[in-house]
């Protein structure tokens, strides 16, 4: 994995910014080549970082000659919320930009790709609890529409050129080091902040919403070690579902009074509630401890403690 030259397209987004500095980590500064649309200052400083708009194909070939990348993550999207605000860039972002990846990378030859799904691609007519690895897949979100049209490019992509392209349907991901990035699952994260700062918080979601998540930590270690793994254990060629943890917003608010006893919620449903009503309660992941392993660190429990120590360091230091 050393020797390899790592490109990362959307590296500034929530997944992009810890996953370049765990990739840095472990493969060396300067084998880990991160873009983004926007500067990203963090990125900047800490290794290789160029501007680049994932829909200039011209720009990112350059970019793949000049390092002579071998791996490619392709994360640069529009989230569900964002999408549904402009439906035609979200399909734009995420449809057009990942065929031109993927055209590229047959064309250079790239070894390895990642590429992310989501729990958006499940819909209303979806098994709800246990949401199995296969199952009936009707989004009804732009954003839900462009990660299963991208699931089943990349599995073709895979059979008609071999491309060695790998996937993870993310739940929603919980992170204290990057704000929230325009998502339906956000509120647990806004949550956090508001119970530290303000001792309250007002959900864009209902008390009795019950979504997948998972800590960031262990979504970063998802995404390497289904990177790493022998080619022969990758039996999903669409994307794999993972999960850690299902929970309501009433659930994480009463595990924070556990912390801030005068912590209260209310409720106030936005139009994200009708994008968290279509996705799935509960994930089943056994396709991926079956075939590479996959195990969560971080529970509920865990995941709060670990959300408030460092959001309350932060208002600290700000």
């Known amino acids: 994995m050393h020797s390899e030259k790592i490109l990362i397209l959307g590296a500034g987004g929530q997944i992009g910014t810890e996953l370049t500095h765990k990739l840095r980590e472990i493969s060396g500064i300067d084998n880990v080549i991160a873009t983004d649309i926007r500067d990203a200052p963090?990125?900047?400083?800490?290794?290789?970082?160029?501007?680049?708009?994932?829909?200039?194909t011209a720009d990112i070939a350059s970019l793949i000659d000049r390092h002579q990348v071998t791996q490619i993550y392709h994360l640069a999207a529009l989230l569900s919320a964002s999408g549904e605000k402009n439906p035609k860039l979200a399909w734009k972002i995420n449809m057009d930009g990942l065929t031109s990846v993927l055209d590229l990378a047959v064309e250079k030859k790239i070894n390895k790709i990642f590429w992310p799904s989501s729990i958006a691609v499940f819909g209303p007519t979806t098994p709800r609890v246990n949401t199995p690895q296969d199952c009936v897949m009707v989004p009804t979100t732009m954003?839900?529409?462009?990660?299963?049209?991208?699931?089943?490019?990349?599995?073709?992509?895979?059979?008609?050129?071999?491309?060695d392209i790998r996937s993870l349907r993310y739940p929603g991901l919980l992170s204290w080091k990057t704000p929230p990035g325009g998502g339906t699952t956000d509120y647990a994260i806004e949550i956090f902040h508001e119970a530290i700062r303000n001792n309250s918080y007002t959900s864009f979601l209902n008390e009795g919403t019950r979504l997948p998540m998972m800590y960031m930590d262990d979504a970063i270690r998802a995404t390497i070690e289904l990177m790493e793994v022998d080619a022969s254990k990758i039996k999903a060629r669409t994307s794999y579902n993972i999960t850690a943890m299902s929970f309501t917003p009433a659930e994480i608010a009463e595990e924070i009074r556990k912390h801030i006893s005068s912590f209260t919620i209310d409720y106030r449903p936005d139009f994200r509630q009708q994008i968290a009503d279509s996705w799935p309660k509960s994930i089943d992941d056994s396709s991926a401890r079956k075939d590479w392993g996959w195990k969560p660190?971080?529970?509920?429990?865990?995941?709060?403690?670990?959300?408030?120590?460092?959001?309350?360091?932060?208002?600290?230091?700000?």
């Open 297 to 318: 660190e971080f529970d509920l429990s865990s995941m709060v403690k670990v959300m408030l120590e460092n959001i309350a360091e932060l208002a600290k230091a700000n």
């Open 143 to 163: 954003y839900g529409v462009t990660k299963l049209s991208g699931e089943l490019l990349v599995s073709y992509y895979f059979k008609k050129f071999g491309l």
């Open 42 to 56: 963090s990125l900047r400083e800490s290794g290789i970082f160029e501007i680049i708009d994932v829909m200039q």
